[in-house]
Structure formats: C-alpha cells, structure tokens
C-alpha cells in the first residue's frame, strides 16, 4: 500500500536541500549515461522527472508517479508496462516514500529488459541527514517524514532479485536541513575518515541476464516499438494515445 501523494516529494524545491542534492546527483550521473543503451527509460518519480540527464543514447525517456505532471500517471506499485520493455529505471527518493518499498523494487524488475540499469538514490540513515529525525522541527517535513532504509538492506533486497552491484558511492557529507554548505574543512575531514557516513547513497546495479536465454537472443527479440500494459484504473488506451502523442 503505496503512502499517499501529499506525503512524497513533488519536486526538487520541496526539500530543504533541493538544489543541492539536484546538483550532486545530476554531477554524479553524467558518467552514466553514456553507458546506458537501449529504447526506453523510465524516470520514476517526480525528482526523476525533473533530473537533467545528458548524453544518453537511449531515445525515449518518461516520467511515471501517482500525480499530475507525469508523463504516465500511475501507482509505483503496478506499473502498466510490459515485461521486459525498459532499458533502464532511475528512482531518485522513492523507497523512502512506500510502505512496500521491495514491492516497488519487484515491479521494477518485472519491467527491466535482463541486462538493464537501474539507479537507486535514497537517504543513508548512518548520516548527519538523520540529524532531521531527532528536530521536532524537521520530523514531519520532507524527507524526513519519509522511511530511511540503510545502503545495505537495499543491496540485500538487489541480490534476492539477482542484480549485479556495479557501482556503490555514498554522496554529500551534508544535513540537508538547507541550502547552507557546510564547513570545508568538515566536508573534507569526514569524506576521508567517515566515508561511509554521506548523506545520500548511490546505487547502480544491473539485472542479470537469466541463465537459460543468450543476452544477445533477448535483445534480437525486441522491437523498438513500446507497447504498455493495461492495469486497474488506466486504461491501455490511454496509454497507446499517450504513447503515439510522445513519439
């Protein structure tokens, strides 16, 4: 049962620490891109949606959350979307925000072609971020309202689904309890000594290909077209019409 919409982030500016993380992420991800190939790339959620992503071959990229702005709104928890016809999933801040987060993480394997990317940001809770949990001020603001899940505990749930870890990097030794940047010589001081401690965690793992099926075999089986899959309460009209107004 996903949270409600109100209790998500809607964007980068909800959050104390917005542009700044924004900053970071999209810095840290333009090493990425180029690498990943393929047809389709799902941004999902709303701080997806707005993530500037340069440099990446993959031609049709969309936004899907529960609210308006998406290009396809929809609930995280049942993505209308065929098996196997997504390149790659970029999901910044959304584990946080779902009572099921390994449901979530589940649907996005479904959805993954076997040798696809996903990218996982999340907020490590062995950080100075999890300062905001203790400031009466701060527990009902965003993001600390949200469930922070620890690096390894979301790698653990990767390895059930059969993910190679590619890349783990923690990022911004930072509160985020606002724009301010923090002192230097404390940045630098704790990303020598504590570098496990960051505020944010970076995740990039890819779904390994099943056994029984040749990637190559896979890859020759798909067509460029993008075909959605219907589910309750959206219609695969919708989505066709949705569809063929993008390409």
């Not at 749930?157 to 940047?181: I, K, N, T």
């Not at 630098?188 to 056994?211: E, I, M």
């Amino acid at each position: 049962m996903p949270l409600s919409s109100e209790s998500r982030p809607s964007s980068w500016d909800s959050l104390p620490a917005g542009e700044t993380i924004k900053r970071e992420l999209e810095s840290k991800l333009t090493y990425w891109w180029p690498r990943v190939f393929g047809y389709h790339l799902l941004r999902l959620g709303a701080l997806s949606r707005e993530l500037e992503i340069k440099n990446c071959p993959v031609g049709h990229q969309f936004s899907l959350y529960p609210d308006k702005g998406a290009s396809i709104v929809a609930d995280f928890a049942e993505l209308p979307l065929a098996p196997a016809s997504i390149d790659a999933v970029v999901m910044n801040l959304v584990l946080e925000f779902e009572a099921d987060p390994y449901r979530i993480l589940r649907e996005a394997d479904r959805v993954l072609v076997s040798g696809g990317y996903l990218f996982i940001v999340g907020i490590n809770p062995f950080s100075c971020a999890f300062f905001g949990k203790l400031l009466p001020r701060f527990q009902q603001a965003l993001p600390w309202s949200g469930q922070f899940f620890m690096p390894a505990r979301v790698k653990d749930w990767l390895g059930l689904l059969g993910y190679q870890l590619v890349h783990d990097e923690r990022l911004l030794y930072h509160s985020l309890l606002s724009e301010a940047a923090p002192l230097r010589i404390w940045h630098h001081w704790q990303q020598k000594w504590l570098p496990g401690t960051g505020s944010l965690y970076l995740l990039v793992a890819r779904k390994l290909d099943s056994p029984l099926t040749p990637l190559g075999d896979k890859r020759r089986q798909r067509i460029p077209g993008w075909q959605p899959t219907p589910t309750p309460g959206f219609s695969g009209r919708q989505l066709e019409r949705h569809t063929k107004e993008e390409q």
